[in-house]
């Protein structure tokens, strides 16, 4: 009996007492895989997946221990994310100082005159807080952006959602801690002013925000206005190179460039030919 005997033939062979061939040995679930995997389920075939022991990795801890998630590199590996993603994050806050700076640099002050019922403005329609909101408008969304820009070339293995989270906070922040910084440049000085000044006294009121600031919910700030343009910045241009990037993973990859390997000695092109000696 060969083995291309239809199965009509091979159940009338059993039924007669005739000894029934072994089965096939079943291949490997993954051949060249890991070291340990087993070589077939160790359920058989048909067992419902709820039922006791129908896990296919029972019984083999070597294999578990092997899987994404379950080893302790791997936690270490998360954990290191986590603490990059807050290293970023608190970078970008602190760079909020100086950038407060450039914005009281940048941005011109407001003349004031004293009277004698308190400081006025200088003219009846100012350009000048206009101006500074345009000035922290400018800033912040050019930081967004160039954080994000800085963060996709310099961190390149941390590419990613933990990259866009990191940036996109570390924006948020930086814009608050400039606004607070650079408006509180010059502000004792104007109040003392505003104070003890004798009426007819001109000096300059600081800078400050028209369009932004932050509201408290209880013990929960909320930025708006501009203050989340950095943010928006950040996340938009950190959005657009993933979306360009060449490499699914979003990290550089080894290309293959060297063209193919040369064949063995023994190995011949054309049909029918005997391999070289």
Do not use: C
Not at 185 to 211: C, H, N, W
Not at 218 to 239: D, I, K, R, S
């Amino acid at each position: 009996m060969t083995p291309d005997t239809p199965d009509p033939e091979r159940t009338r062979e059993r039924a007669d007492g005739a000894e029934a061939p072994p089965e096939r040995e079943q291949p490997h679930a993954w051949p060249g895989g890991p070291p340990g995997w087993p070589g077939g389920l160790p359920v058989p075939a048909g067992t419902p997946v709820t039922a006791p022991g129908a896990d296919p990795l029972a019984g083999y801890p070597g294999v578990v221990a092997q899987l994404p998630g379950a080893s302790p590199a791997s936690r270490r590996s998360a954990g290191r994310v986590v603490a990059t993603t807050l290293g970023v994050a608190a970078l970008l806050t602190a760079l909020g100082a100086p950038l407060g700076l450039l914005w009281v640099w940048a941005a011109p002050a407001t003349p004031v005159r004293q009277t004698p019922a308190g400081a006025v403005y200088a003219t009846t329609q100012p350009e000048q807080p206009i101006a500074a909101d345009g000035w922290f408008s400018l800033l912040t969304l050019g930081f967004g952006v160039l954080a994000a820009i800085a963060l996709w070339v310099l961190l390149r293995r941390r590419r990613g959602p933990a990259g866009l989270l990191a940036v996109t906070l570390g924006g948020l922040g930086a814009a608050v801690v400039a606004w607070r910084v650079g408006r509180r440049i010059g502000l004792s000085t104007f109040q003392r002013l505003v104070e003890t000044a004798p009426p007819g006294t001109a000096f300059t009121k600081p800078v400050d925000l028209r369009a932004g600031g932050v509201d408290w919910f209880g013990p929960l700030p909320l930025p708006h206005g501009n203050l989340l343009l950095a943010a928006f910045g950040a996340a938009v241009t950190y959005t657009l190179l993933a979306g360009w990037s060449r490499w699914p993973s979003l990290r550089p990859e080894p290309e293959f460039d060297a063209g193919w390997p040369p064949p063995p000695p023994a190995f011949s092109s054309a049909p029918g030919d005997p391999p070289a000696r």
